[in-house]
């Protein structure tokens, strides 16, 4: 009997196997290193397909290989997970409807194509399977491919860090320290929703009043909480950067009691500052004296029965003189264009004062008061004249009348046209009869 042939044993490629192992970690260097955009470069998606399709021919190529399996397994995971990530996601959003976003259909058509292409790579790493396997370069592969998806996250995390410097002031604009801010953090998600990204906190605020809070830039927005004993909750969000071009993103200041009660906006700089006041407890809404709501509409047109005068008490409107507010709306030509003008002229020893409705929190910022509608005790005037009474939202007129025992603040909308004797006038009012100042 012949003696069988043994065949000899396969010997691993050493180089290979460095290269196969390395090569894969361009992957969290190029995440980490390359500049963050709002939306992802095309030809950064052409190299990933590129990248997709040279993997698969290698693992089709060189299926008798041991380290081929340092190729297989990540490609195998990444692809699987991506699917599943993909249409996941897609079956999560609700589609259509009136609200549906105008792109909707156009970002569904691009997550189908990748959900797609990421199906066919993981049918084809089942396909072209190793024919060997390594039980080492097996355990090499698991490992190496959890580490970098451990880490691209984190590279992530750190390309798109941008911190957001947060200066916690008392009512008297003074740095007030030993302020507690939680903060969460939320990504721009599928049909423009927020995604949770991160929290954190309590971050203290120093004798400076400031806390630096770890946040992300572009279209990330943080929400946060700044809490002391002996005063108010103030929350605030920084909104998200939508466009790498944005000069400014938007800000807004909430309270336990009024969501968005104030908003502005803030410069796009890295990294993001803004300033907070947070308001004593002495000043919160007073439950037993809820500051009462009017809305208020007339005729304020260019005829003798027009009622222009309104009672800010009652929230009234007549052709009774001996009101507190008379409105009058007139026209002036700007070029070409005849644009309408509301004067409200305070009568009977009324003062008003208006204030524009955005607020500034970084640089000049915008007084206290206005930022949590309290009534200024100085700076009215016997009239104001709003620009665009049409334009919503318009600004905030503060009203003191009856010696300053009692405060009101309106909002106004008007409209009419200069060849028609009828004119729109809608007064949103909100008083508070106890003569407090605190207007929320």
Same mark, same amino acid.
């Given at each position: 009997?012949?003696?069988?042939?043994?065949?000899?044993?396969?010997?691993?490629?050493?180089?290979?196997?460095?290269?196969?192992?390395?090569?894969?970690?361009?992957?969290?260097?190029?995440? +980490?290193?390359?500049?963050?955009?709002?939306?992802?470069?095309?030809?950064?998606?052409?190299?990933?397909?590129?990248?997709?399709?040279?993997?698969?021919?290698?693992?089709?190529?060189?299926?008798?290989?041991?380290?081929?399996?340092?190729?297989?397994?990540?490609?195998?995971?990444?692809?699987?997970?991506?699917?599943?990530?993909?249409?996941?996601?897609?079956?999560?959003?609700?589609?259509?409807?009136?609200?549906?976003?105008?792109?909707?259909?156009?970002?569904?058509?691009?997550?189908?194509?990748?959900?797609?292409?990421?199906?066919?790579?993981?049918?084809?790493?089942?396909?072209?399977?190793?024919?060997?396997?390594?039980?080492?370069?097996?355990?090499?592969?698991?490992?190496?491919?959890?580490?970098?998806?451990?880490?691209?996250?984190?590279?992530?995390?750190?390309?798109?860090?941008?911190?957001?410097?947060?200066?916690?002031?008392?009512?008297?604009?003074?740095?007030?320290?030993?302020?507690?801010?939680?903060?969460?953090? #939320?990504?721009?998600?599928?049909?423009?929703?927020?995604?949770?990204?991160?929290?954190?906190?309590?971050?203290?605020?120093?004798?400076?009043?400031?806390?630096?809070?770890?946040? +992300?830039?572009?279209?990330? =927005?943080?929400?946060?909480?700044?809490?002391?004993?002996?005063?108010?909750?103030?929350?605030?969000?920084?909104?998200?950067?939508?466009?790498?071009?944005?000069?400014?993103?938007?800000?807004?200041?909430?309270?336990?009691?009024?969501?968005?009660?104030?908003?502005?906006?803030?410069?796009?700089?890295?990294?993001?500052?803004?300033?907070? #006041?947070?308001?004593?407890?002495?000043?919160?809404?007073?439950?037993?004296?809820?500051?009462?709501?009017?809305?208020? +509409?007339?005729?304020?047109?260019?005829?003798?029965?027009?009622?222009?005068?309104?009672?800010?008490?009652?929230?009234?409107?007549?052709?009774?003189?001996?009101?507190?507010?008379?409105?009058?709306?007139?026209?002036?030509?700007?070029?070409?264009? =005849?644009?309408?003008?509301?004067?409200?002229?305070?009568?009977?020893?009324?003062?008003?004062?208006?204030?524009?409705?955005?607020?500034?929190?970084?640089?000049?910022?915008?007084?206290?008061?206005?930022?949590?509608?309290?009534?200024?005790?100085?700076?009215?005037?016997?009239?104001?004249?709003?620009?665009?009474?049409?334009?919503?939202?318009?600004?905030?007129?503060?009203?003191?009348?009856?010696?300053? +025992?009692? #405060?009101?603040?309106?909002?106004?909308?008007?409209?009419?046209?200069?060849?028609?004797?009828?004119?729109?006038?809608?007064?949103?009012?909100?008083?508070?009869?106890?003569?407090?100042?605190?207007?929320?």
């Amino acid at each position: 009997m012949e003696p069988t042939e043994q065949r000899p044993k396969q010997q691993s490629n050493w180089i290979a196997v460095l290269v196969a192992t390395v090569v894969w970690w361009i992957i969290p260097i190029v995440v +980490r290193v390359l500049p963050r955009s709002d939306e992802p470069p095309a030809g950064f998606a052409f190299a990933c397909l590129i990248g997709l399709g040279i993997a698969l021919g290698l693992c089709a190529q060189f299926r008798q290989a041991r380290w081929i399996v340092l190729i297989w397994i990540p490609l195998l995971f990444w692809t699987g997970f991506g699917v599943l990530k993909t249409f996941g996601a897609i079956a999560s959003e609700s589609h259509g409807g009136p609200n549906a976003a105008p792109l909707e259909g156009v970002a569904t058509l691009i997550a189908l194509a990748v959900g797609l292409i990421l199906s066919i790579g993981a049918v084809l790493c089942l396909v072209w399977r190793p024919r060997v396997f390594s039980v080492p370069l097996l355990i090499l592969a698991i490992a190496n491919t959890s580490a970098i998806s451990y880490l691209t996250p984190l590279a992530n995390r750190q390309a798109t860090r941008q911190d957001i410097i947060l200066h916690v002031l008392d009512s008297q604009g003074r740095p007030l320290s030993g302020a507690e801010v939680r903060y969460t953090r #939320y990504g721009y998600g599928p049909g423009g929703r927020d995604v949770f990204d991160a929290d954190g906190g309590p971050l203290l605020s120093g004798a400076d009043g400031v806390v630096i809070i770890p946040s +992300r830039r572009m279209r990330y =927005e943080t929400k946060g909480t700044i809490s002391k004993t002996g005063f108010r909750d103030v929350l605030f969000t920084v909104e998200m950067q939508y466009s790498e071009w944005d000069r400014d993103r938007g800000a807004t200041v909430s309270t336990p009691e009024t969501a968005n009660i104030a908003h502005g906006r803030i410069p796009a700089t890295d990294p993001v500052t803004l300033s907070i #006041y947070v308001p004593p407890l002495t000043e919160a809404p007073d439950r037993s004296r809820p500051v009462e709501r009017i809305e208020a +509409r007339s005729d304020i047109g260019n005829h003798p029965d027009a009622a222009r005068f309104l009672n800010a008490e009652t929230g009234k409107f007549s052709t009774d003189p001996t009101g507190d507010l008379r409105f009058d709306l007139f026209f002036e030509m700007d070029g070409q264009y =005849e644009r309408p003008r509301l004067r409200i002229t305070g009568v009977n020893g009324t003062k008003v004062l208006q204030v524009p409705p955005s607020i500034s929190l970084s640089g000049a910022l915008s007084p206290y008061e206005h930022v949590f509608r309290i009534a200024p005790e100085n700076g009215y005037q016997d009239e104001v004249v709003i620009q665009q009474p049409g334009s919503s939202p318009g600004p905030m007129i503060y009203v003191s009348a009856r010696g300053g +025992r009692f #405060y009101a603040r309106m909002t106004v909308d008007a409209s009419g046209r200069s060849n028609e004797t009828k004119a729109r006038c809608s007064v949103r009012l909100f008083t508070n009869n106890s003569g407090s100042r605190l207007l929320e």
